[in-house]
């Protein structure tokens, strides 16, 4: 478990914010950037990716968690999230349900943390639990 103290949440929320610049986002316009922990000490991050069709759209969470799954990476700790309109950040970015889902798969919901941030000095820290109550995960299929 990676200690999430202040200068933790500070680095995740700054490399959060620097993912805005790599947003593909030709049709909302809304910028989102994700900075993910992993348990070995890495971190990956993401953006959202749009696409003229709308639904292969990727949101900037799942593609954080996605490439660090595609290297072998499974195990995380805490999720940074940041996004607005225009990439101005103005409040909390929440991940979609399908985002949650996604944690669900490779994440304690009792553990894991998600990161909502404007800037450094206003964030809130939620369990994946709080976000996706009674989620449903691999446990149930085991
Ligand atoms: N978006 C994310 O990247 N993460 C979320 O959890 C919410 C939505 C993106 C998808 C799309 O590119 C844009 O925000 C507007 O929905």
Redesign the pocket.
Known sequence: MQNLDKTMIDKLIGTAIEQLKFSY?PY?N?K?GAALLAKNGEIYTGC?I?NAAYTP?N???RTAFFKAVSEGIKEFDVIC?V?GKGGVLTEY????GV?RQVMMEFCNPETFKIVLAVDKEHYDIYTLKELLPLGFGPMNLA
């Open positions: 986002a909302s809304f989102v959202n749009e759209t949101c900037a969470e999230i996004g970015a929440a991940p979609c985002c």
